[in-house]
């Protein structure tokens, strides 16, 4: 089945688009079912074997994630990259598969992100400082950083991504190329530039057109873990709760502007969503946040003893 998967993997990549990570999903989840299938079947998973996989099988392979204690959201994503292969066997093998049309995804609780206090956003800075007192660069790399998300509600990967050519000039918007190679326009604060700025006036190295902006400690593209450590040894530095994450700094970009009156529509376009449903989640948190505050605050919010 090796070359299926990989004809399937360029498919998605150089048909479809998809980001290299996302690429990489997919292959690790229909590898799982067909190593499964392999042993399922007791011999090596052929094409014309894919065709008569019945509902018994797909949902064997599904008790058997679950006995891997691997979470229903990765087992509803790994569902959904089959499903994708599947049509891709239909569509250039004509390889069939009504059976897995069937099968039901696990339900998947939707998460609230939570929003981080403005306070401890600021205490950010001097705690980086603290942090990095013998390396300046660093510490301007990692609060621009940190602004950046914050202040532009970026993911780490678009913000990882963004070259020296795209900020020259302290641009008043960003143009920013997102998930699914959706391209968006994003407002820059004043801010945001002026801690670009003094980064780049102290960073040593990466100065290049098209450099990617961040750097490591080596000169080399920062990567989206050293992005996350940063905000690890910022959360543990301030002793903030575990929720404090790059995300949770998006999530608080979405927040504040939804608090201010952004409506959805446009608050799904400076996020770079693909589906509205995505961004009304924002309300739910919105609206969970009205509502503690009501229950402690308002007079009628309880009955009289």
Not at 60 to 87: C, I
Not at 136 to 143: E, H
Not at 242 to 270: I, K, M, N
Request: with cysteine; glycine share 4%; hydrophobic share 40%.
């Amino acid at each position: 089945m090796n070359e299926y998967i990989s004809d399937f993997i360029d498919y998605i990549l150089n048909t479809k688009n998809y980001s290299v990570h996302t690429a990489d999903a997919y292959e690790s989840d229909v590898r799982d079912f067909v190593n499964f299938y392999d042993n399922f079947n007791g011999a090596p998973v052929q094409i014309n074997d894919m065709g008569r996989v019945d509902t018994l099988t797909f949902r064997s392979w599904l008790a058997d994630r679950s006995r891997r204690n691997l979470t229903h959201k990765s087992t509803a994503r790994a569902l959904s990259s089959l499903r994708s292969f599947y049509k891709f066997l239909a569509k250039k093998y004509n390889v069939q598969n009504d059976a897995i049309g069937l099968i039901s995804s696990p339900k998947v609780p939707r998460k609230l992100s939570k929003a981080i206090e403005t306070s401890d956003v600021n205490d950010m800075h001097d705690a980086i400082n603290n942090i990095d007192d013998k390396e300046p660069w660093i510490a301007a790399r990692d609060w621009a950083l940190v602004v950046l998300i914050f202040g532009c509600g970026l993911r780490i990967s678009e913000a990882l991504n963004l070259t020296n050519r795209d900020i020259a000039n302290q641009p008043e918007v960003l143009r920013i190329m997102g998930k699914g190679s959706k391209e968006r326009l994003v407002p820059v604060l004043p801010a945001v530039n002026d801690a670009m700025a003094k980064y780049i006036a102290l960073r040593p190295f990466g100065g290049g057109a098209d450099d990617n902006v961040f750097r490591s400690v080596r000169g080399l593209p920062m990567s989206a873990r050293m992005a996350e450590k940063v905000v690890e040894k910022l959360r543990c530095y301030l002793q903030l709760p575990d929720y404090v994450t790059p995300h949770a700094l998006r999530h608080t970009f979405a927040t504040a502007l939804l608090a201010g009156g952004a409506d959805l529509r446009s608050l799904q376009e400076l996020l770079g969503h693909s589906s509205l449903s995505t961004t009304q989640l924002y309300t739910r948190v919105n609206m969970a946040e009205i509502t503690d505050i009501y229950e402690h605050a308002h007079p009628r919010a309880t009955p009289d003893d």
